[in-house]
């Protein structure tokens, strides 16, 4: 059982939680995941460590809203508890000083970029932080990218913050500019990461890409992340996330991540018509455990 | 002294009693066991028909030497916990050794009754007093020696792992057991599907471990959570144990393999067994929705067995095994595929995919497959299957489950460096101690061999388990360690 220490909305429906997990804190990377299970019926998702601090053993998780599992996690506040926590899962990423690295993220993928884009900071890489939205108020984590960016450039669908368009807008002008790129991260829906690889390829920079495939285990025991590359077929969870942008099949990408589409809307319409119900169940979960383990801990304090 | 009374000639007149099973009508639309065990009365006639040899062939051909002989006498007389005392000195895991484990092969296999007759049940047999025991009323813990003072870590809940950490903490050592899924049990969790082993039973055994003072973690990577070095540098681990199994799923690289609809055995039983897919939506992992589709599984071993069979149950209008050799070649255990092919599984046999197809949407279509026929002999001993030129042929399915086979996971290997593997990333570990090219650190069970059985994974626990306590009391560790392979 995992305590949230901390639960506080960033945006409407994209929530931050501090939960504490020591070992995860003290062996994280930046780039890395965990997969969460939140009640005894749940599924595992995985989910980026945003961020963590070893010495509180605690990670930070920021998760959006789309479906069942992360609509659920959403509802739950500090003192509440996440059944099942593993990590950290997946390769960190290649930090390294490469000069100029530009971070792309769309959506949420603002988050999962965020602790790559620090670390590449403080490797003494050149940061332009790219961030796209659907709106103004679903812009992420504008603060923390404002303190270690160098250049910060935020791109809104409907124009209501930063410019007019998507993000790739901003990446194009800086290519055709000549500008100094020496990779480029990008992190947000697929067709984004594709449009990023396309536009990225012609010139050849080197463009990385955090792939958010299906996953169940995340240790490289069911296959069921698998992604295809020309390099022939990889494993998201142990050979990844991340991924050179220019070897990615995206098109296969996006359509398995489709298989359940069916089940995800029957789960989701369920959720939604008794939202009290799926939250009972974890907090029941939750205190099961709790009892299990004061059960077992004055078991053993009798023996 | 025996208590049977009948004369040999007499025993080897009674016929050979079924295993009462579910109708297969019933039973390949629900989740429930098969083999339903033996009664009381069935279980006591069979033991009468055992010869009581002098040198048992069964013993011999039970991976670890289960006293047969003496438990079945102890079924005979009435004394079915006395029985059940008798297995579990060799044996903690009875209930579901007696359930899987291919007895045909091993200890039946040996039976002197079978050379003219059929052999003794001795699978039904252990079967039955495990059950028994947890019926009415267990035989107690075993005796816990007192605290040494040694900790021992090992990795992977699997019968391996569960096995040595059973011996161990009876030896007074404290174990804990770290597992990166959230359930105990290693396959017998989320590989084996409920319909041949019920999970009840494998909880139960993991309780029985956590009451004799098992430490269980759950949600532990080696590897990526904690390592090896860390266990035993910061932890203060004194002696190491991995028993990770052997679960990296094997594809085949043919076209097609991305498709939606098409799975390793490992994700589709996972899916199932693990994650209650089959429940959905009361629970929430999704898997295909097998109903009213035709589905194709491919291999012939038991792990093809239950995902086709798992298939069924799920609903499917057809269920396919696509077997590249002929039936008596399948690995498969025979009770396996005879319950298959009654609960109306097609064999196809002599047949092997080359390609997935599918529609615009990334859906699997149809297998397209190839004759074959065989050939020569290969190293396995078995004839070679051989691809017939110009036999191609599509097999319309909406969902298809790759099921050869698995390799090692090089989590736990990358992350020590230190520790030898050999050629195919297996853990390189002495033959006769199991232990490896690391001071401190033993492997057992399919992490060594490769995909083996459940008792031959348990059998390596206990030798390693008998090798951490030489090692933890004498503090010495043989120089010659293993080289790779
Ligand atoms: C390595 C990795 C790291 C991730 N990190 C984060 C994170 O930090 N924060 C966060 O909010 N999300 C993250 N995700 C995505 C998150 O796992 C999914 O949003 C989640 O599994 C959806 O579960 P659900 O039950 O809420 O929705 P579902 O009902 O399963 O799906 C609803 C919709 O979301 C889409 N979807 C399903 N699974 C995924 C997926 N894995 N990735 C993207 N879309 C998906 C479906 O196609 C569907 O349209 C990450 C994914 C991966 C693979
Ligand atoms: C579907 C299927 C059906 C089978 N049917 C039969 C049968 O009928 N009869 C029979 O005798 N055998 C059968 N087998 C084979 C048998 O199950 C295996 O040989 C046996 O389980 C191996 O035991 P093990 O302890 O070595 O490993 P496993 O049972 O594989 O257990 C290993 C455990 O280690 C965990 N683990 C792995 N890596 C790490 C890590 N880095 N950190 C922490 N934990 C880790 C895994 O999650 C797993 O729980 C079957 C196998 C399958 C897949
Ligand atoms: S999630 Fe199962 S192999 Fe990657």
Request: proline share 6%.
């Amino acid at each position: 059982m995992f305590p949230i220490l901390e639960a506080e909305f960033l945006a409407p429906e994209i929530k931050r939680f501090v939960i504490e997990a020591p070992r995860v804190a003290r062996k994280r990377k930046a780039g890395q995941f965990v997969i969460v299970r939140l009640h005894e019926r749940g599924e595992r998702i995985p989910l980026t460590i945003a961020d963590g601090d070893a010495d509180r053993g605690t990670i930070t998780l920021i998760v959006q809203g789309v479906g069942k599992t992360t609509r659920l996690m959403n509802l739950l506040e500090a003192g509440d508890s996440v059944l099942d926590l593993v990590g950290p899962l997946g390769e960190p990423s290649d930090v390294r000083t490469y000069g100029t690295v530009v971070v792309i993220g769309g959506g949420v993928g603002t988050a999962i970029a965020w602790p790559t884009a620090r670390a590449m900071k403080e490797a003494g890489n050149r940061v332009v932080a790219i961030v796209g939205a659907r709106t103004k108020e679903l812009v992420l984590l504008e603060p923390e990218l404002q303190a270690i960016a160098d250049e910060l450039e935020i791109v809104t669908d409907d124009g209501s913050y930063g410019r007019k368009g998507v993000v790739v807008d901003p990446l194009c002008e800086r290519i055709m500019r000549g500008s100094r790129i020496d990779l480029v991260l990008a992190i947000g829906p697929v067709r984004m990461m594709q449009a990023v690889a396309e536009m990225t390829r012609p010139s050849g920079i080197r463009t990385i890409v955090s792939l958010n495939s299906l996953m169940v285990d995340g240790t490289g025991m069911c296959g069921g992340c698998r992604v295809a590359t020309k390099d022939g077929t990889r494993f998201a969870c142990v050979d990844g996330p991340e991924f050179d942008a220019h070897i990615v099949d995206f098109d296969v990408l996006a359509r398995r991540n489709r298989t359940y589409s069916a089940c995800e809307a029957q789960s989701l319409k369920a959720f939604q018509a008794n939202p009290k119900a799926a939250l009972d169940a974890v907090r029941h979960s939750c205190r099961l455990d709790q009892s299990h383990r004061d059960e077992s801990m004055a078991e053993v304090a009798s023996r | 002294m025996s208590r049977n009374t009948l004369p040999p000639k007499e025993r080897t007149k009674i016929p050979r009693q079924a295993m009462p099973e579910q109708e297969a009508e019933l039973r390949r639309h629900n989740f429930a066991e098969v083999n339903q065990g033996l009664t009381v009365l069935g279980a006591t006639t069979e033991a009468l028909r055992c010869l009581e040899c002098a040198k048992p062939a069964c013993v011999a051909g039970c991976p670890v030497g289960v006293k047969i002989r003496d438990f079945v006498e102890l079924i005979s007389a009435g004394d079915y916990l006395g029985a059940a005392s008798k297995i579990r000195e060799d044996n903690v895991l009875p209930a579901i050794t007696g359930r899987v484990c291919p007895q045909e092969t091993q200890c039946e296999g040996c039976c002197i009754l079978g050379k003219k007759f059929e052999p003794l049940g001795v699978g039904y047999l252990e079967r039955f007093v495990a059950d028994y025991e947890r019926e009415h009323g267990m035989v107690g813990l075993p005796e816990i020696a007192p605290p040494t003072g040694k900790r021992v870590a090992i990795i992977g809940s699997g019968p391996a792992g569960l096995s040595a950490a059973g011996d161990l903490v009876r030896w007074g050592h404290a174990v804990t057991v770290f597992e990166a899924l959230h359930e105990i049990g290693g396959v017998l969790m989320y590989g084996i599907p409920e319909f041949r082993l019920p999970k009840e039973i494998v909880r139960q055994e993991v309780n029985t471990l956590g009451q004799m003072g098992v430490e269980f973690q759950t949600n532990v990577v080696v590897g990526k959570t904690v390592t090896i070095d860390e266990l035993m540098t910061e932890d203060g681990y004194d002696a190491v144990l991995v028993a990770t199994g052997a679960g990296l799923p094997k594809f085949m690289d043919l076209p097609g393999e991305h498709l939606s609809g098409v799975y390793s055995a490992n994700e589709f039983l996972t899916r199932v067994n693990l994650m209650h897919a089959n429940d959905f939506p009361n629970f929430d992992e999704p898997v295909f929705d097998c109903r009213g589709q035709d589905i194709a599984v491919i291999g012939g071993g038991n792990t093809a067995m239950d995902a086709v069979r798992t298939a069924a149950r799920l609903g499917a209008r057809t269920s396919t095994l696509i077997y590249r050799r002929t039936e008596a070649e399948m690995p498969a255990r025979v009770e396996e595929v005879r319950h298959a092919k009654q609960e109306g599984i097609d064999l196809l046999t002599l047949a092997n995919p080359v390609a997935f197809l599918g529609d615009d949407e990334g859906r699997l279509t149809a297998v397209r497959c190839i004759r074959m026929e065989l050939g020569e002999p290969d190293d396995s001993g078995r004839r070679s299957p051989v691809p017939i030129a110009g036999s191609e042929f599509e097999l319309p399915v909406a969902m298809a489950v790759v099921a050869l086979g698995t390799g090692a996971n090089p989590l736990v290997q990358s992350s020590t460096p230190d520790m030898a593997t050999n050629r195919k990333g297996y853990i390189a570990a002495d033959p006769e101690t199991l232990r490896t090219s690391k001071p401190g650190v033993f492997a057992a069970g399919d992490i060594v061999t490769g995909g083996a059985t459940v008792i031959l994974a348990m059998a390596a626990g206990r030798t390693a388990a008998a090798s951490i306590r030489a090692y933890l009391d004498t503090g010495r560790w043989n120089e010659e360690s293993p080289s790779p392979a």
